[in-house]
């Protein structure tokens, strides 16, 4: 069964619009060859680090929504770290792509006390 995952990386390039858009595009197949429907894709600009990560001092982010197996997460992760313009990368799992995630609703009694 697919499942949701959002995958958030930050991407070490030059404010060139063209490297962007051909590094986004090498990463999206990269993603299809392991299986993975891209949903959406969602650039976030350039952002500062809190610390310097590899000398650098900034980074530009972008977030993949993508349904995948659960096992080819993995074998993308290991992918990714070979690709030298990847710096960071993080992984949340947003749920099954066959159910619709709706949250639970909670609702607590009060308690009165008997006089």
Do not use: D, W
Not at 35 to 44: D, I, M, N, P
């Amino acid at each position: 069964m697919k499942h949701y995952y959002e995958i958030l990386l930050a991407l070490k390039v030059s404010s060139q619009e063209e490297e962007i858009k051909a590094l986004l595009e090498r990463l999206e197949k990269l993603m299809v060859a392991e299986g993975a429907t891209v949903e959406e894709l969602q650039r976030l600009e350039r952002k500062e680090f809190a610390y310097p990560h590899q000398h650098l001092k900034a980074g530009y982010y972008v977030n993949f929504v993508i349904a995948l197996e659960p096992a080819a997460v993995e074998k993308i992760r290991q992918k990714l770290t070979l690709v030298e313009e990847v710096l960071l990368q993080n992984y949340y799992r947003k749920g099954s792509v066959t159910a619709a995630v709706k949250p639970k609703i909670v609702r607590k009694k009060k308690v009165v006390a008997a006089e």
